[in-house]
């Protein structure tokens, strides 16, 4: 955003030690206090500086008055859509903070379609006051030479043949099906699942447990190593019961690498053509699905083509574009009578 509009000047608010140079850019801590801190002492802070706009990246405006036109970002609505997939109740966040945000924001983004129309779905607003911006992909993860992927494997300790999963291991992300999946399949490929362990995760670990050796998890993993693990694996499985935009198939894609999604909320609207869309609890339709694309060389090589190409339609030069167009939007709107 700020090499997009050089002139502009920011203010940004966040923790102690998250800061990152950015050109024309003001750091501010947030006020510690969890409640008071966000909610009074914040918004007063704000009111104080009396920018010209706000934007909330993380979906959310604090509860009291900022005295300027907003636009905040919607990532998901998972939690209202099935609060057994998380951990506890939010109160809080679900009955008050997130609800008034949505509503007093003169502008709402949603990173997809799909999360477009769950906010109309659970809160009602206006279809015209939201605006679609789909999240990018970074231009390291791309298709990558032989000798990089050689070391890789050797320092990762990654099978020569493997079927990958990238996401929190949560029940949101529906990695059961993708097990059953996988024990069911003919001449299957080993699987590495690359992710920390979320919550409510006890019975899939436990299944996980119990399917010996040529399933690898990968715990902690450096960020930098991501792309030689996308390009390294056969197919990415994403079977996930929800996503607001799901970006382990988009970073696949961009390596390279085939991908096999679920056919729920914004993972269809994501990959396009590109990729095999599958029903999510369909045990079935995933061994075939996985099967087709590790056994199908032709198959295999056509979807790479197509995910790169898909791929290179999303990036953040873009999203920071189309997010300050939303802000001009929220500026109009308080302005329009």
Known sequence: MAVDRPDYRLTVFGPRRASVYVPNTTYRLMPQARLVGRHLQWPAIIRRLKPNAYFGPAGALPLGGISCPAAITVHDLAIYRNSRWFPGRQPLSTR?????????????????????????????????????????????????????????????????????????????????????????????????????????????????????????????????????IYNLARVLAHPAWYEGFGLPPLEAMASGTPVVVSDTSSLPEVVGGAGMVVPAGDVEAWRKALEAVVSDVDLAADMRHRGILRAAQFSWERAAHLTWRAIDHAIKWRATP
């Open 96 to 228: 008050w903070v997130v609800p008034r945000s949505v509503l007093r924001a003169d502008v709402v983004i949603a990173v997809s379609e799909s999360t477009a129309r769950d906010v109309v779905e659970f809160f009602g607003i206006d279809r015209k006051r939201i605006e679609v911006v789909p999240h990018g992909v970074s231009a390291r993860f791309r298709p990558m030479g032989r000798d990089e992927l050689d070391e890789a494997r050797s320092r990762l300790g990654l099978p020569d043949r493997f079927i990958l999963f990238v996401g929190t291991v949560e029940p949101r992300k529906n990695l059961e099906t993708l097990l059953d999946a996988w024990v069911l399949m003919r001449d299957r490929p080993d699987l590495v699942v690359v992710g920390s362990w979320g919550w409510r995760y006890q019975s899939i670990r436990e299944k996980m447990d119990r399917l010996g050796p040529r399933l690898h998890h990968l715990d902690a993993v450096d960020p930098e190593e991501l792309p030689a």
